[in-house]
């Protein structure tokens, strides 16, 4: 329990953890993160979320907000152990950030409630980090607080998260007399005196002892049914030695099997020691995780984490600051030193590192070089984006990059003054650039500027910084919808004749068409010629057609666009002198715009193909949720212990839709959506 024990190997890169902290909002990732900064000597202050002084919210936004926006790197020194951290969001608006660190991890530290069990999201990044395949340890947090349940959380974590918690600590008193814990492998009694850092060891309580066999026992018993070589020890009749136990946990929290829990009260400085040991003893160091692979030329390579092997990294984030663009990156192979040139493998560029930093959230050192395993930020690479990969460019490489979550909310943002539109569109550019979950577009029908992002409080983070950092007053509003109009019933026969006489060469164009409803053709509209005898010349056929497009612009509703028609001339006449190419196109604009007052015409509305990820027990709430909404449900299919529901929702009907949802199923329910064109109103 001393952070200055050492322990020699033979690789330096056994004794590095490259781990996150997941959760919940208010789980209390943050206080853990302060915790381990503190006790491992890399800050000498504790910090606190409610007095705005943590390492890892350093943001403005993060502390005016108490939550955690942006992922933070930190590195501190364990037990020997070099440990890289990132405290990452736990607000499901900000799950591309969990997701892109995810990538660039070897182990994580689930963080749950010891009251609330397994919340919303923790449901969410455990998914997420079971898509990478990352292994986990569970710290049951806020132990101190009324009606907290070591045994509860355990058995929420079993059933919501399908895993098998192996419970190693018993807690010593309940709610504000917890003080301790019993340590189940080494049997051991662990305390902390109010106010003081380090524990101290000793003999477990006597009124705990046959408790804390109990559960030793179950314990063995559990982690035999589970590992082949406990199961032979356990069958012959031998307890497992805490060594043997420790092997047997390691191995199942790396393969999968199982998840190790212990518990604790960050806030009050309790549990935080044991959890350092788990992350050191349980969870992989880049040696015990398979090589990296990627794509070298036309096949599959890879990578061993070794520091004389060619450099191979990738970038997962990237941050502007005031004094430069920091890259942030996983170094998976070889050795990087300040100076070197290194190749950006998707762009074909060359980039130079002219900087290393080790981070401290917003605080860094320079460093002459970073080797296999480190996770660093560097200054010069220009073009780098998150999922770009550097390496070395007699060897290329490209890594596969962390997947991007589509937008689902849209806002329209312009600037208060008609001056800063430029530096708006530029500021949201370089905001895009650092957040590849943040989308920015100009709409081509309303000319709107868009902001797509993940969800209502992204985009309002999206959005102050904006106004912090660039100090531009922007107006935000809902984005205006793109209505079609659409012909039901048409008309045959039209008759329209263009004559203009005003002196010199005049027009002349005699067009006879019809206009019936058709569904196919470039953007929903036909154009044919049945005209026989030469009355109408080819050329001025063409001009008629592209008359008729131009009528499209504008319908006779309310002025837009008009798709679904066919138009056929029938029937023409031409002057030998005035008839022109510019008479039979204005005489064929204007013939479809009277003809399409006389037909029977339909508004049509966007519409977007919705799929709703959700619990079982949710299904029911989205699908009134969708109805309202007037959403037509396609189908429904079961998908790793959830309902995945696909249904055609009208596009203005889907905004706000991320927040009810949300509502609706406790932030439970994930949702993506694509669009589907047009139907009637």
Not at 316 to 326: H, I, S
Not at 436 to 457: F, I
Request: net charge negative; glycine share 10%.
């Amino acid at each position: 329990m001393r952070s200055t024990r050492t322990r020699q190997t033979a690789n330096p890169l056994a004794t590095v953890r490259n781990i996150g902290i997941l959760a919940h909002v208010d789980a209390g990732k943050t206080t853990v993160t302060e915790r381990i900064l503190y006790l491992t000597g890399a800050t000498h202050k504790r910090g606190e979320v409610h007095d705005g002084t943590t390492v890892t919210d350093f943001d403005p936004q993060e502390r005016d907000r108490g939550i955690t926006i942006f992922a933070a790197a930190v590195s501190c020194d364990w037990a020997g152990h070099r440990i890289n951290l990132i405290d990452t969001p736990g607000h499901v608006d900000f799950a591309d950030e969990v997701e892109r660190s995810l990538r660039v991890l070897d182990g994580a530290v689930a963080v749950f409630d010891a009251v609330a069990g397994v919340e919303p999201q923790s449901e969410s990044v455990w998914r997420q980090a079971e898509r990478h395949g990352v292994p986990r340890i569970a710290f049951v947090n806020k132990l101190d607080r009324a009606g907290a349940d070591l045994d509860a959380a355990a058995e929420s974590i079993r059933q919501r998260l399908h895993t098998v918690p192996l419970v190693v600590q018993l807690p010593i008193g309940r709610e504000d007399g917890f003080t301790g814990v019993v340590d189940l492998v080494a049997m051991r009694a662990l305390v902390w005196a109010d106010g003081a850092a380090p524990c101290t060891e000793g003999d477990i309580p006597p009124e705990l002892r046959d408790e804390a066999a109990r559960r030793r026992r179950l314990l063995e018993e559990t982690v035999a049914g589970l590992h082949p070589a406990a199961l032979e020890e356990f069958c012959a009749g031998r307890a497992l030695s805490p060594q043997a136990l420790t092997a047997v946990l390691r191995d199942l929290t790396r393969d999968g099997g199982a998840v190790v829990v212990l518990c604790g009260s960050a806030y009050r400085n309790r549990g935080v020691e044991p959890l350092l040991d788990a992350v050191a003893a349980y969870l992989p160091s880049p040696l015990d995780v398979p090589a990296v692979r990627g794509r070298a030329g036309d096949g599959p390579a890879e990578r061993p984490a070794d520091p004389a092997a060619p450099f191979a990294g990738l970038v997962f984030k990237v941050n502007a600051t005031a004094t430069g663009r920091l890259t942030f990156l996983r170094v998976y192979s070889g050795t990087l030193r300040k100076g070197d040139t290194v190749l950006d493998a998707g762009a074909r560029r060359a980039e130079r590192v002219g900087r290393i930093l080790r981070v401290q959230a917003d605080r860094h050192a320079e460093a002459e070089q970073a080797v296999a395993g480190d996770i660093v930020a560097v200054v010069g690479p220009k073009g780098a984006r998150p999922g770009t990969t550097l390496c070395t460019p007699g060897a290329p490489l490209v890594l596969e990059p962390p997947v991007t979550a589509e937008p689902v909310v849209s806002v329209a943002v312009e600037a208060a003054r008609n001056a800063d539109t430029e530096r708006l569109v530029a500021a949201l550019a370089r905001l895009a650039e650092e957040d590849p979950s943040l989308a920015v577009r100009t709409d081509a029908e309303t000319g709107q500027l868009l902001l797509a992002g993940m969800g209502e409080l992204h985009l309002e983070v999206a959005v102050e910084k904006v106004r912090i950092d660039h100090g531009i007053r922007v107006a935000v509003g809902p984005p205006q919808v793109s209505y079609r109009e659409t012909v039901l019933r048409g008309v045959t026969g039209h008759v329209h004749r263009h004559v203009k006489q005003d002196g010199g060469a005049g027009q002349y164009a005699h067009v006879v068409i019809d206009v019936a409803p058709h569904g196919g053709g470039e953007e929903g509209f036909v154009f044919a010629s049945t005209v026989t005898g030469g009355r109408v010349p080819r050329e001025y056929v063409r001009a008629v057609a592209d008359g008729c497009r131009d009528a499209l612009a504008e319908g006779p509703l309310g002025g837009h666009p008009v798709t679904g028609l066919r138009v056929d001339l029938t029937d023409g006449a031409t002057h030998p002198r005035d008839s022109s190419e510019l008479a039979f196109r204005t005489a064929g604009r204007d013939a479809l715009r009277a003809a399409l007052r006389e037909c029977e015409v339909g508004l049509l509305e966007p519409v977007a193909e919705v799929t709703v990820t959700t619990p079982d027990d949710c299904v029911g709430a989205v699908l009134g949720d969708l109805a309202a909404r007037r959403g037509r449900v396609a189908g429904q299919r079961s998908v790793a212990g959830a309902t995945e529901v696909t249904a055609t929702v009208p596009l203005a009907r889907l905004f706000g839709y991320a927040g009810s949802l949300r509502g609706r199923t406790q932030g439970r329910a994930t949702f993506t959506t694509r669009s589907a064109g047009y139907a009637p109103v």
